[in-house]
């Protein structure tokens, strides 16, 4: 499956982004998907996830209540709704996917495939 995403930019803390991963390819049910986030000199981390049918979901403590994590299987595509934001959000945003998995995935190392990813940019 190929990942594109889009939707990062830059905003003003307090702001709002959404974020878009469109996916072609194999089946689009068969993939749990995730957003992930890496700050300057920080390590990738989890940020979203969810399950094939979007029925099981996860955030990271650090974004509970602020973003939301949803998908189309109808138009293969995975969102992440960022309201609140804040400096410390600021990153290249990753979304990803794992072939097979029916329920959801909180790390990198079990994900398959990874998009290019989109800067997003959170002025105080």
């Known amino acids: 499956v190929q990942l594109q995403a889009s939707g990062g930019g830059l905003v003003q803390a307090g702001g709002s982004l959404r974020l878009s991963c469109a996916a072609s390819g194999r089946t689009f049910t068969s993939y749990a998907l995730g957003w992930f986030r890496q700050a300057p000199e920080k390590e990738r981390e989890v940020v979203a996830a969810?399950?094939?049918?979007?029925?099981?979901?996860y955030y990271a403590d650090s974004v509970k209540g602020r973003f939301t994590i949803s998908r189309d299987n109808a138009k293969n595509t995975v969102y992440l709704q960022m309201n609140t934001l804040k400096p410390e959000d600021t990153g290249v945003y990753y979304c990803?996917?794992?072939?097979?998995?029916?329920?959801?995935?909180?790390?990198?190392?079990?994900?398959?495939?990874w998009g290019q990813g989109t800067l997003v940019t959170v002025s105080s």
């Open positions: 969810i399950n094939w049918s979007g029925g099981m979901v």
């Open positions: 990803a996917a794992e072939f097979g998995r029916t329920g959801i995935a909180t790390t990198s190392k079990t994900y398959d495939y």
